[in-house]
């Protein structure tokens, strides 16, 4: 990554005409934001937020003929 930008910034200092398709740069975005989703992902199914909601599905539907 930090390579990147070094790159970057000896582009910008020599006036680089430095362009990237459009299908490079769909690429270039979506791969970071996959992988910002999975971890998050990974995290939220061992938060206790998730688990409190487990439990509270799992007591609705094992009381099926319970009307609130």
């Known amino acids: 990554m930090p390579l990147f930008f070094v790159l ?20 270039l975005i979506l791969y970071p934001l996959t992988a910002i989703g999975l971890k998050g992902g990974r995290k939220f199914t061992r938060s206790a937020f998730l688990q409190d909601e487990r439990q509270s599905l799992a007591n609705t539907v094992s009381i099926p003929g319970y009307n609130i």
Do not use: I
């Not at 970057?8 to 769909?26: F, I, K, M, Q």
């Open 8 to 27: 970057g910034v000896l582009a910008r200092l020599v006036r680089s005409e430095l362009n990237v398709s459009d299908a490079v740069y769909g690429g």
